[in-house]
């Protein structure tokens, strides 16, 4: 990839082309807003929702590794402290040593805290990642917990600079460029 510029007309131009290729925005905004409904009256998420998320992000091959049957007790507990931490705190409560939880990566681990946080927390994937780094905004392309506050800055950098545009706008932008 050539060193590209992240600006108003980068996700002017990129942001529609990510319809192109994916036909998600719809469960996108349903799962917005049922993750809104379960923060309000349960302060985590339900397991159906957390699976619904999991769809979404196209990562049902690994969720062998999750332990759904530990649900309540692991997972919704984890998501009730991470809503209440910082930004630059929320994925550690769900993967740092001691407390990691089991089959969550820091991909799947923003993903969920995104639709927690829309506003706030972005979603670290492979195509946003190496946009950001061939754009020279990331020291590395790897898409881990000590990588993930690099990335969130990244991104808010990109919001800052371009206030008219959400994180899930950005993302779309990021997404359809690497598609």
Known sequence: MER?????????????KYDLTENDE?????????????????????KQTF??????????RVIQHVRL????????????????????????????????????????GSTILHFMHPQTMPIIDVRTVEVLFA?????TDRRDLAHYEEFRQ???????????WSLREIDRALFAYHK
């Open 154 to 164: 990244a991104i808010d950098g990109i919001r800052r600079r371009c206030p008219g």
């Open 69 to 108: 049957d530990e649900y309540d007790s692991l997972y919704a507990t984890a998501f009730r402290r991470a809503a209440s931490e910082s930004p630059e705190r929320k994925l550690a409560t769900l993967l740092a040593p001691g407390v990691k939880l089991p089959g969550v990566e820091a991909p799947t």
């Open 4 to 16: 590209i510029v992240i600006d108003d007309a980068f996700i002017r131009e990129w942001h529609p």
């Open 135 to 139: 754009a020279g905004l990331l020291s």
């Open 26 to 46: 719809g469960e996108y905004r349903r799962l917005v807003a049922e993750v809104a409904r379960h923060l309000n009256s349960q302060a985590t998420i339900s």
């Open 51 to 60: 699976l619904a998320i999991w769809k979404w992000k196209g990562a049902l």
